[in-house]
């Protein structure tokens, strides 16, 4: 019943420079960036080698999203900076990033009565089929968010601590493999 991976991992930081987000967007064309100050702040590309998606603001600031582990997220920053440094000619503070967020999925292998779970589960719990079709799940000992969904799939968000996550899955799947049993 434990089978679930991590499928995204988000970070971010400061590159410690303002960026002029104008002038970045035309000297990285080759990256295909997005740029659409009406309707984000932000200006948005996908780093070729690593594949994780930056969106880098104006005050240096930046998001790292969908790195396969901590240790991609780290390789996709170095090549963050290689890029400011190379095709900018801005020099950027070197600091690791900062993970804000693992993103798990998992399946239990088995459908689930989500109204009969969510009377039972001993937590804050949500489940109103007419808004969502996945029942929410928190609980003190987890910091962050399980979504349950009817096939018995589910989502585990919120967490940045890869150990305290992997305790709150095992935790999770343990208590579903109780209820369910």
């Keep these: 019943m434990d089978n679930y991976a991590l499928v995204n ?3 971010g930081g400061d590159l410690g420079i303002e960026v002029d987000l104008h002038n970045v967007f035309e000297d990285l064309r080759h990256l295909s960036p997005s740029y659409e100050p009406e309707v984000a702040p932000g200006l948005h590309f996908e780093l070729p080698n690593t594949s994780v998606t930056v969106m880098l603001f104006r005050t240096g600031t ?11 997220i780290k ?22 990033p900062d993970v804000r967020n693992l993103v798990y999925k998992g399946d239990i292998g088995q459908e689930v009565d989500l109204k009969a779970v969510a009377l039972v589960l001993h937590g804050d719990v949500e489940y109103d089929p007419s808004l969502s079709p996945g029942l929410y799940y928190r609980k003190k000992e987890y910091r962050g968010l399980f979504t349950l969904y009817r096939t018995g799939s589910y989502i585990y968000t919120g967490n940045p601590d890869p150990f305290e996550a992997q305790k709150a899955l095992e935790l999770f799947n343990e208590e579903l493999r109780q209820l369910l049993n």
């Excluded at 930046?62 to 991609?72: A, E, N, P, S």
């Design 75 to 96: 390789e996709a920053y170095n090549e963050l900076v290689d890029i400011i440094e190379e095709h900018l000619g801005l020099k950027a503070v070197i600091e690791d």
């Design 62 to 72: 930046y998001h790292l999203t969908g790195g396969k582990d901590v240790d991609q």
């Design 9 to 11: 991992v988000v970070a």
